[in-house]
């Protein structure tokens, strides 16, 4: 979800959203069930990663609840996707010879 908010355009104050930013754009990208994706974005809610507001969305005949990323959300991103294009670090030779290498 995370990820998917980061890969969208920053929104103006008064820009219209696309339905992308919303649970039921969200549900439909990421293909997963609105409950779970209620539960998710709550957290993150919760935990200051991403921000709701009610505003215009295009194609849409009422205001609906727009999710975006806060600053702490768009750091979390960018860690998300440095590590997961980033390989595992090979363990060093002290960390095999005193037996602390683990697999990955």
Known sequence: MIL???RLEHLGP???ARL???QQGMVAALDVRQGSLVKV??????GDVVTVERRYVADADRHMKVYRLTALGE???QNV???TLEPPRPPTTSEW???RATRD
């Open 75 to 77: 750091s979390t991103a």
């Open 81 to 83: 996707r440095r590590r």
């Open 14 to 16: 008064n820009q219209v």
């Open 41 to 46: 974005l709550h957290r993150l809610l919760a």
């Open 4 to 6: 998917h908010l980061s």
């Open 20 to 22: 992308d930013f919303t």
């Open 97 to 99: 010879v005193v037996g």
